[in-house]
């Protein structure tokens, strides 16, 4: 069975429709997907980054503003830009691994935080925001966000992070393949997915 | 006529592939293309930076090779890796702007330099080889690299570099339509030319 994981931080604006769409793409090529959300913000900090880059270099954050909107605008997407920009993603980041990958439940709380941060403009450091996201899944919120917050969970956040640093991860989302290889961006979605199912040019 | 401007730096490795396809990409979209040769340098160095991104950020480097190596395969370019890296692209790209725009010249000139330095790993500081290049083009080489190195021309290139930098360019390559949008990336240029030929998502 060909696989694939999925690394994506709930602040990178690029993982927004990477992650509405992944999951169609995979399924359609028999890819069974391991969804990893992860923290940027500490390899950020490694390179000596204290804020996202979209906001250290302006032209840049200008050019993705634009750029994902017309993303957005070609997949049928709504788009709103949260402020601030980034979102402290730590809460979603725990929550999300707290959630079983069997049965869908971590990718679909994934794409609500998703579609409320860059769709709705929404802040998802809230607690009640998140907890009422985990609820819309059928999930005992309270539960859930206990699990999220407890110390062996933290721990594999921080275990999350320091693999995706390991395998070189420095931008989200990213597509990993079985035989290690790297995809970075939204734009090589179908490419890393071809990869993994053995369609390699 | 629909019109759009191919914004590329020499020592740009995703420039590379963009760079041998662009012109048949814009050609079947009747699109009529402005090769625009500009310098990275200035507007690298105004953020701080002394070497290219992919140097200073050595995960983002190693990913930007595989990533170019997989990206050549899969369009059958040959590729080579370049040492050192990035390449000086002072002199093809005054010698670049200095050739027509019209007939071809630029375009095939800076495809000619780009299958030296990324395809075969050659240098494309020496003066001997830019001198051969534009010699395979039928034209007096001699003659051109004098009006390359002219003042009037050192200035023409100074201008372009500052007008990278006003609308807003901080990589390349990039498309810059008619109507002021731009596109980043060798991932970008069929979106561009359909931007640029009126069709929008």
Do not use: H
């Not at 391991?34 to 880059?53: E, T, V």
């Amino acid at each position: 069975m060909a696989a694939a994981e999925f690394w994506y931080e709930f602040a990178s604006t690029y993982s927004y429709p990477a992650a509405m769409r992944v999951g169609r793409l995979a399924a359609a090529r028999g890819v069974v997907l391991a969804w990893r959300p992860f923290l940027l913000g500490p390899i950020f900090a490694a390179q000596g980054w204290r804020d996202s880059p979209f906001n250290i270099y302006p032209a840049k954050g200008r050019y993705m503003w634009r750029d994902l909107e017309r993303i957005c605008a070609a997949a049928g997407l709504r788009f709103r830009r949260p402020e601030p920009f980034p979102q402290n993603s730590l809460l979603a980041a725990r929550v999300a691994l707290a959630l079983a990958l069997a049965g869908e439940e971590r990718a679909e709380f994934s794409r609500k935080v998703y579609a409320a941060e860059f769709g709705e403009g929404l802040s998802i450091s809230d607690r009640e925001r998140i907890a009422a996201l985990v609820a819309e899944l059928g999930l005992d919120a309270e539960a859930v966000l206990a699990r999220a917050e407890s110390e062996a969970n933290k721990a594999l956040l921080k275990a999350a992070c320091a693999r995706a640093a390991e395998i070189g991860i420095f931008g989200a989302p990213r597509l990993v393949t079985e035989d290690g290889e790297l995809f970075w961006g939204d734009d090589r979605l179908e490419q890393g997915l071809d990869w993994a199912a053995g369609r390699r040019p």
